[in-house]
């Protein structure tokens, strides 16, 4: 295919800067162009008019769990922690499990996000590795992902106590390096979810948190944690984690430490899940009772508290995390961006700057991904409407005409 020019519509180039009427101009995988105003197309162009509609950066989802087995159409009530983790009583095998995978991606895909960082694997083993691979190689549809490990505790009983010690982490950190992995995921914190009392409990001391940002500097990783005590996130900073997420009950100290590194990090609230089961989970099991003894009524309190400061310090907060669950199944990831508007107060153009720009930023493609300017990827969404004055518009798919990857069609097209 020739040129392809998006025309007629008005453009959100993810930068922040308002939407203005313009078109854009995709050669081959990359944008060739991005300009105000509407020009004849040159001879042989393919021609997607876009009237009444918005031509943005694809979205990028900050903490995917594309293992998880919940998406819409397909609900797996046998992973809800902690009413019912039956599903690991009869977990799928590697081939069924990279099948499951392969289907929450192409979900997330035509959701509108095509782009992905993992925030963690649910078994051990390398399904994300191989996810990852095959949607690089155009074998599968799923967003460009950046695949994480397994999300390891550091409980004596589970992992022996030689492995809980530094040096049984640091092999442990150089051998998920070795799977392939691109980040290894740490439960820094505990969580109210899994023990009562849990989000307060740090799991892994000073010396363990230093050896594992040597390790992984050593191996050429990234560390993601869970991270909600002020403790398990100074840890995280102090020692080159590059994505901390949830952080609900960050105090001052660790808010300052954040802020101090912050063109280093990300957080993630993973705000989703916390909205759904305060009050969309009731027919999951989980009503008010249940919500406040996981945790999920004070953490939503907290977090809508401490974000609007992260976004006033300039902190790269991402939308998404946690979708994969029976109340947050994967697809519906851009609801997201409504409550970065509605708890936090990011503007609507700011929340897609998170979900764009910083996107790009996260998935260390800088220079090349997350916005619309010349010589970038062309990942790109034609969407109904003004998504920069109402981003509740991305949660209906029926609203996005294209979606396009590198330059490809996923959805939508020459009529
Ligand atoms: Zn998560």
């Known amino acids: 295919m020739g040129e392809i020019v998006f025309t007629g519509g008005s453009v959100f180039d993810g930068s922040g800067r308002d939407p203005f009427p313009g078109e854009v101009v995709v050669r081959g995988d990359r944008i060739a162009a991005v300009r105000p105003g509407h020009s004849p197309a040159p001879e042989g162009a393919t021609v997607i008019d876009c009237a009444g509609a918005t031509v943005m950066p694809g979205l990028v989802e900050g903490h995917a769990h594309l293992t998880f087995p919940s998406a819409v159409g397909h609900l797996e009530p046998r992973f809800n922690p902690p009413v019912d983790v039956s599903f690991f009583g009869a977990p799928p095998t590697a081939e069924e499990h990279l099948a499951l995978a392969e289907r929450n991606a192409r979900i997330l895909l035509d959701a509108g996000f095509t782009s992905a960082y993992?925030?963690?694997s649910l078994t051990p083993g390398n399904v994300e590795v191989q996810l990852r691979d095959r949607i690089a190689a155009g074998e599968v549809p799923g967003p460009r992902l950046r695949a994480a490990s397994f999300e390891r505790d550091n409980n004596p009983v589970r992992h022996g106590a030689e492995a809980t010690t530094p040096t049984g982490l640091a092999r442990f950190i150089a051998e998920q390096a070795a799977l392939g992995f691109d980040s290894v995921k740490l439960l820094l914190s505990n969580d109210d979810v899994f023990v009562a009392g849990g989000s307060m409990q740090t799991q892994y001391t000073a010396e363990e948190a230093a050896a594992a940002g040597a390790a992984a500097r050593e191996a050429g990783v990234w560390l993601n944690c869970h991270a909600q005590n002020p403790e398990s996130i100074k840890l995280a900073v102090r020692n080159?984690?590059?994505?901390?997420?949830h952080c609900s009950y960050a105090d001052e100290e660790a808010l300052d430490l954040l802020e101090e590194h912050k063109d280093e990090l990300f957080t993630a609230p993973a705000v989703g899940i916390m909205w759904a089961n305060v009050h969309e989970a009731e027919e999951f099991g989980i009503d008010r009772a249940m919500a406040e003894r996981m945790g999920s009524v004070a953490q939503l309190e907290a977090q809508t508290a401490l974000y609007p400061e992260m976004r006033r310090r300039g902190i790269r907060v991402l939308?998404?995390?946690?979708?994969?669950?029976?109340?947050?199944?994967i697809g519906r990831n851009a609801r997201d961006l409504q409550l970065f508007v509605d708890l936090f107060g990011y503007?609507?153009?700011?929340?897609?700057?998170?979900?764009?720009?910083?996107?790009?930023?996260?998935?260390?493609?800088?220079?090349?991904?997350?916005?619309?300017?010349?010589?970038?990827?062309?990942?790109?969404?034609?969407?109904?409407?003004?998504?920069?004055?109402?981003?509740?518009?991305l949660q209906d798919p029926a609203?996005?005409?294209?979606?396009m990857q590198g330059g490809r069609f996923h959805k939508g097209g020459p009529a």
């Open 118 to 120: 993992s925030a963690g």
């Open 240 to 245: 080159g984690f590059r994505s901390v997420y």
């Open 319 to 329: 939308p998404g995390g946690d979708y994969g669950f029976p109340q947050t199944p």
């Open 347 to 393: 503007t609507p153009a700011e929340a897609l700057v998170a979900a764009t720009k910083w996107g790009g930023e996260v998935m260390d493609m800088a220079g090349e991904l997350g916005l619309l300017a010349p010589d970038y990827l062309a990942d790109l969404l034609v969407v109904q409407g003004d998504p920069a004055r109402d981003v509740s518009v």
């Open 399 to 403: 609203n996005l005409d294209v979606i």
